[in-house]
């Protein structure tokens, strides 16, 4: 589909292992709230708080968003948001659509199959280790978690801009 957007990071075993270590560094954040069940996330931490994962997560998605960059033929890209959230048993993300942004996007880092983020009347092929990005006012979820395992994504909100030099 027209402006959704896929990639497979290279490495991704060895970089899961590090990004999971600097992840477990922040302390246990469960998140409840209109349905959104989330056993550990810092999207309602602090912007300014210290995110170890920051450096590793940011070079790892560097690669992905130039190549949107170059198909849409722009000039610029801006995170306006990065957090992560991981799911265990009986956890979920209902409906929702990013506002303020050009692009929603994750990073499946711990995803089992058939984990993955679904939207309404039509489907994304994924595997963990894969980055997608798509128009933010395209409704998605994460389907709630029935098994004993843990999934990690790293979502981060993107404005890809054309700027005049």
């Known amino acids: ?27 246990n954040n469960p998140f409840n709230v209109d349905g959104c069940k989330l056993f550990h996330t810092d999207w309602n931490l602090p912007l300014e708080m210290h995110r170890e994962y920051k450096f590793l997560f940011f070079k790892t998605v560097e690669e992905h968003l130039k190549k949107i960059a170059l198909d849409l033929e722009v000039s610029n890209v801006e995170f306006t948001n990065f ?37 309404k009347n039509f489907q994304i092929d994924c595997k963990e280790g894969d980055i997608i990005s798509f128009p933010a006012f395209l409704p998605h979820r994460s389907p709630i978690i029935n098994k004993e395992y843990r999934k990690t994504v790293i979502a981060f909100n993107t404005n890809f801009v054309f700027r005049n030099a």
Do not use: R
């Open 1 to 27: 589909m027209k402006y959704i957007y896929k990639t497979s990071v290279e490495n991704h075993d060895e970089i899961k292992k590090l990004l999971l270590e600097q992840i477990d560094l922040i302390p």
């Open 83 to 119: 957090w992560f959230q991981q799911y265990k048993e009986n956890s979920i993300h209902g409906w929702h659509t990013h506002p303020d942004c050009n692009y929603a996007n994750v990073y499946f880092l711990e995803c089992p199959e058939g984990a993955f983020t679904e939207f």
